[in-house]
C-alpha cells in the first residue's frame, strides 16, 4: 500500500524557515518523481514543487521560486520541501505526492501557519 | 500559466441522480487532465486521468470525457459517499494547475 506522510509543519514567524519532511513506502520511491502541493484555508490547490526521480532537476512556480527547496533521499525514501522567507500567504496545508503521469496517490497533509 | 475554470461551484444532487462537473481550460491541453475527490479533512483522491481514463478501484459510475480546452466529470447516480469536493488539474504545461473546485452535497 503507498504510504506517504508529512512531518515538519507548525507556525513560524513571516521571515523565518522551515523544513518539511515526507516518508514514503509501499512502492519504490527512486523511480517516481514527487511534488509539494498545497492548499489555503478555505481556497484552492497550488502545485508548490516537482523533483525527477534522481533529483537532478526540479521545477518550481514563479509564487515560490528562489524561497523553497525541494529536495530528496532515494536511500531513505524521504522527500523534504525548505522553505525560507516565508510570508502570510504561504499558509496552507502541505501535501507531499507522487507523480506518475499526474499526482496519482498525496500524504495526509501537513499545516504550516505563518504568523506573528 | 493554464487558466482552469472550473463550474458549478456547488452543486446538490439527489440519491441516484446523474450530474456532471466541467473545467475548462485557457488553452489546448491535450486530455492532460485528471479529476480528484475530497472529503472533509481527508486528502484528495485520484478518479480520472488522461481525461477518461479511471484510476484502479474507482467505481464504473465515474468517468470522464473532452479534448482540447472542455472536459468534464460524471457521476452517473449519486450516492452519499459521493458527497465532497472535486476538483480538476492540468498536466499539459508546467506549472500545473487546478480547477477552483465544485462542492457536490447530497439533498
Known amino acids: 500500500e503507498v504510504q506517504l506522510v508529512e512531518s515538519g509543519g507548525g507556525l513560524v514567524q513571516p521571515g523565518r524557515s522551515l523544513k518539511l519532511s515526507c516518508a514514503a513506502s509501499g512502492f519504490t520511491f527512486s523511480n517516481y518523481y514527487m511534488a509539494w502541493v498545497r492548499q489555503a484555508p478555505k481556497k484552492g490547490l497550488e502545485w508548490v514543487a516537482t523533483i525527477s526521480t534522481s533529483g537532478s532537476r526540479t521545477y518550481y512556480p514563479d509564487s515560490v521560486k528562489g524561497r523553497f527547496t525541494i529536495s530528496r533521499d532515494n536511500a531513505k525514501s524521504s522527500l523534504y520541501l525548505q522553505m525560507n522567507s516565508l510570508k502570510s500567504e504561504d499558509t496552507a496545508t502541505y501535501y507531499c505526492a507522487r507523480v506518475d503521469g499526474t499526482t496519482d496517490y498525496w500524504g495526509q497533509g501537513v499545516m504550516v501557519t505563518v504568523s506573528s | 500559466d493554464i487558466q482552469m475554470t472550473q463550474s458549478p461551484a456547488s452543486l446538490s444532487a439527489s440519491l441516484g441522480e446523474t450530474i456532471s462537473i466541467e473545467c475548462r481550460a485557457s488553452e489546448d491541453i491535450y486530455s492532460n487532465l485528471a479529476w480528484y475527490q475530497q472529503k472533509s479533512g481527508k486528502s484528495p483522491q485520484l478518479l480520472i486521468y488522461?481525461?477518461?481514463r479511471l484510476q484502479d478501484g474507482v467505481p464504473s459510475r465515474f468517468s470522464g470525457s473532452g479534448s482540447g480546452t472542455q472536459y468534464s466529470l460524471k457521476i452517473s447516480g449519486m450516492q452519499p459517499e459521493d458527497e465532497g469536493d472535486y476538483f480538476c488539474?492540468?498536466?499539459?504545461?508546467?506549472?500545473?494547475?487546478f480547477g477552483g473546485g465544485t462542492k457536490l452535497e447530497l439533498k
Open positions: 488522461a481525461a477518461n
Open positions: 488539474l492540468q498536466g499539459s504545461k508546467f506549472p500545473p494547475t
